[in-house]
């Protein structure tokens, strides 16, 4: 009980200080001297009904979490470039199951840089987390990501060149287990682009990347080749897109591991049926480094969806919906079963957004989750009920 008591005086302290700052500063932030720079404080608190924490099959524990965000941006324009640096944490306290309980932290920057007639774009994210890093997961872990690139647009005229490179490293921090999991990524992107009408380019891109563990005896690497055409633009008056399409070789050093050889895609759609009403789609085929016993990689092809409608200026409602197969390719022992794992992974949520004004928003969504399997042990049902109240001081 004496914990309960220390959560909610958290929780309230952190939901006063955001009432009275928003309304002593109104979401603007504060200038840095005479300078274009400002500094924006900004804070959210987060309830949430979790009916099952460890996602079992069975006997699922139920629990209710807060969650304490403070963060602090900063944004810096000048001459014509643009520098972005945030930092927030995330204090999650359980009310009955403390060994869940985590402080995780974010730190991301971003420059845009105008040089001549090329547009830089550098960035890095770093993430200190003890979470469940995807769709494969059902334990959390500790983990600290950190991804970090630079990309370069030149367009003259019809045609544009864009250049990338991205350095994604991502260590474990659990159990010594873990350890022959962490890795590095090395990717390589090119692609052409050739403005074909006024709001539509055509594509080509091509993209190679080197995947490198630190135990290469226990995990293998691999460098996989990507090839991709596809258009970006305006399909029709409501409709935007970015279609990518093609084939990707991926292909593992240790011979006993199967290669991905073959197609993928890549598409994200917005269609506005009205200023009220918005359906947005993406699609995804491709390949995911795994965790799972003696696999290297999973399959993975999802959709999912989100329907916006405004019913006024300041409330939203929303709708969301999810679909992915993860597909194994080596065969694994689950009990007395033999054989090659494969997952479908449904969700589907409902909520509402309320703008209360241009610094403060309330957040209430409802989710369904659903992990079936051909192994009865990785299977699992979840619900959640989600209140958030977000500040801008």
């Given at each position: 009980?004496?914990?309960?008591?220390?959560?909610?005086?958290?929780?309230?302290?952190?939901?006063?200080?955001?009432?009275?700052?928003?309304?002593?500063?109104?979401?603007?932030?504060?200038?840095?001297?005479?300078?274009?720079?400002?500094?924006?404080?900004?804070?959210?608190?987060?309830?949430?009904?979790?009916?099952?924490?460890?996602?079992?099959?069975?006997?699922?524990?139920?629990?209710?979490?807060?969650?304490?965000?403070?963060?602090?941006?900063?944004?810096?324009?000048?001459?014509?470039?643009?520098?972005?640096?945030?930092?927030?944490?995330?204090?999650?306290?359980?009310?009955?199951?403390?060994?869940?309980?985590?402080?995780?932290?974010?730190?991301?920057?971003?420059?845009?840089?105008?040089?001549?007639?090329?547009?830089?774009?550098?960035?890095?994210?770093?993430?200190?987390?003890?979470?469940?890093?995807?769709?494969?997961?059902?334990?959390?872990?500790?983990?600290?990501?950190?991804?970090?690139?630079?990309?370069?647009?030149?367009?003259?005229?019809?045609?544009?060149?864009?250049?990338?490179?991205?350095?994604?490293?991502?260590?474990?921090?659990?159990?010594?287990?873990?350890?022959?999991?962490?890795?590095?990524?090395?990717?390589?992107?090119?692609?052409?682009?050739?403005?074909?009408?006024?709001?539509?380019?055509?594509?080509?891109?091509?993209?190679?990347?080197?995947?490198r563990y630190d135990n290469d005896t226990a995990r293998s690497d691999s460098d996989y080749h990507q090839f991709l055409v596809g258009a970006i633009g305006e399909v029709t008056q409501k409709t935007t897109a970015t279609l990518k399409t093609g084939y990707m070789f991926?292909?593992?050093?240790?011979?006993?591991?199967?290669?991905?050889?073959?197609?993928?895609?890549?598409?994200?759609?917005v269609h506005k049926f009205s200023d009220k009403n918005a359906l947005k789609m993406s699609f995804e085929r491709t390949a995911y480094e795994s965790l799972y016993g003696v696999n290297n990689f999973y399959k993975v092809e999802n959709v999912s969806?989100?329907?916006?409608?405004?019913?006024?200026?300041?409330?939203?409602?929303?709708?969301?919906?999810?679909?992915?197969?993860?597909?194994?390719?080596?065969?694994?022992?689950?009990?007395?079963?033999?054989?090659?794992?494969?997952?479908?992974?449904?969700?589907?949520?409902?909520?509402?957004?309320?703008?209360?004004?241009?610094?403060?928003?309330?957040?209430?969504?409802?989710?369904?989750?659903?992990?079936?399997?051909?192994?009865?042990?990785?299977?699992?049902?979840?619900?959640?009920?989600?209140?958030?109240?977000?500040?801008?001081?």
């Amino acid at each position: 009980m004496k914990r309960m008591y220390q959560i909610f005086i958290l929780a309230g302290f952190l939901a006063a200080s955001l009432f009275f700052n928003t309304t002593l500063y109104a979401g603007e932030g504060f200038k840095i001297g005479n300078t274009e720079a400002k500094v924006i404080p900004w804070g959210k608190i987060t309830l949430q009904y979790d009916d099952n924490v460890f996602l079992e099959e069975n006997d699922e524990k139920d629990d209710f979490i807060i969650v304490l965000t403070p963060g602090i941006t900063l944004e810096w324009p000048f001459s014509d470039s643009r520098l972005k640096l945030d930092y927030h944490a995330d204090y999650t306290q359980y009310i009955d199951y403390s060994s869940q309980d985590a402080t995780n932290h974010y730190v991301s920057g971003e420059m845009d840089v105008k040089w001549r007639d090329v547009d830089f774009l550098i960035y890095d994210k770093f993430t200190h987390a003890y979470y469940r890093p995807s769709t494969e997961d059902t334990d959390r872990i500790k983990v600290d990501d950190n991804r970090a690139g630079i990309k370069a647009v030149f367009q003259a005229d019809r045609l544009g060149v864009h250049l990338g490179y991205e350095n994604f490293t991502r260590d474990y921090k659990s159990e010594d287990i873990y350890d022959a999991y962490d890795r590095t990524e090395h990717i390589y992107s090119f692609m052409l682009t050739h403005k074909t009408s006024p709001k539509t380019d055509l594509l080509f891109e091509y993209d190679f990347a080197q995947v490198r563990y630190d135990n290469d005896t226990a995990r293998s690497d691999s460098d996989y080749h990507q090839f991709l055409v596809g258009a970006i633009g305006e399909v029709t008056q409501k409709t935007t897109a970015t279609l990518k399409t093609g084939y990707m070789f991926r292909d593992y050093e240790n011979d006993v591991e199967p290669d991905f050889d073959s197609g993928v895609l890549y598409a994200d759609i917005v269609h506005k049926f009205s200023d009220k009403n918005a359906l947005k789609m993406s699609f995804e085929r491709t390949a995911y480094e795994s965790l799972y016993g003696v696999n290297n990689f999973y399959k993975v092809e999802n959709v999912s969806a989100t329907f916006d409608h405004y019913f006024t200026r300041k409330l939203m409602g929303f709708l969301t919906a999810r679909h992915q197969i993860n597909s194994y390719p080596r065969e694994t022992t689950e009990g007395a079963e033999t054989k090659k794992r494969k997952d479908k992974y449904i969700s589907m949520g409902a909520g509402f957004e309320y703008y209360l004004n241009k610094w403060m928003t309330f957040t209430l969504r409802a989710d369904h989750i659903t992990r079936g399997s051909n192994f009865d042990v990785f299977e699992y049902d979840q619900n959640r009920v989600t209140f958030t109240a977000k500040a801008e001081f």
